[in-house]
């Protein structure tokens, strides 16, 4: 029971560290995003001759500025930034969704209670988020090629593609909520008997 208790603060620990990473990360996209207005915002001769500035973000690659020259209309520019924004923000949301609920899993394993009453059904709301967030990810992926492919980056449009390990891993993580089911019935039986 040690070992479990000692694993779990260790687990509770590196959560906590990876959510203040999370917030740190949402704070750098704001900045990163105010840093793109004012670049974009600013007139065409004040920039540098010899700036240039392509995104690459998985297989496609936008041109914004080529030797001091932008490449893209204000418009599709503040439409490529809005984008990859709000993906990576719906990103580390769920990131932050899964470590809360990876927390409250903790919490009993803590106190050396892994078959608390009540653990099993979060157990089960983790598999429920592991499995949509492997849908919602996929969804977000392509609605971005799109926007892409609308906004004229080099982009390589691919079909809605879910991961087949978030799926099993969405499945594992069900039959794990059924063992702690059957361990809090036995938890309880001997509670009543004690």
Do not use: W
Not at 31 to 42: G, H, K, Q
Not at 101 to 118: A, D, N, T, Y
Not at 165 to 189: H, P, T
Request: charged share 20%.
């Amino acid at each position: 029971m040690e070992k479990l208790t000692k694993t779990a603060r260790i687990v509770d620990v590196f959560a906590k560290i990876l959510f203040i990473f999370c917030i740190v990360a949402i704070c750098m996209l704001i900045a990163a995003n105010i840093f793109m207005a004012v670049a974009v915002s600013l007139p065409i001769d004040d920039l540098p001759k010899g700036l240039s500035m392509v995104f690459n973000l998985d297989d496609s690659e936008f041109v914004v500025f080529e030797n001091g020259q932008m490449m893209v209309t204000k418009l599709q520019f503040a439409l490529y930034v809005l984008s990859v924004s709000i993906t990576e923000a719906i990103e580390v949301a769920i990131l932050m969704i899964g470590i809360k609920l990876v927390r409250r899993i903790m919490v009993p394993m803590k106190e050396g209670r892994p078959f608390e009453e009540g653990i099993s059904e979060t157990v089960k709301k983790f598999g429920h988020f592991v499995l949509a967030a492997t849908v919602i990810g996929a969804f977000v992926h392509f609605l971005l090629d799109t926007v892409f492919i609308a906004i004229g980056a080099e982009s390589v449009p691919l079909p809605i593609s879910i991961s087949i390990e978030g799926i099993f891993a969405a499945i594992v993580i069900y039959l794990i909520s059924y063992i702690f089911r059957y361990g809090e019935e036995l938890q309880k039986q001997a509670d009543e008997t004690l």
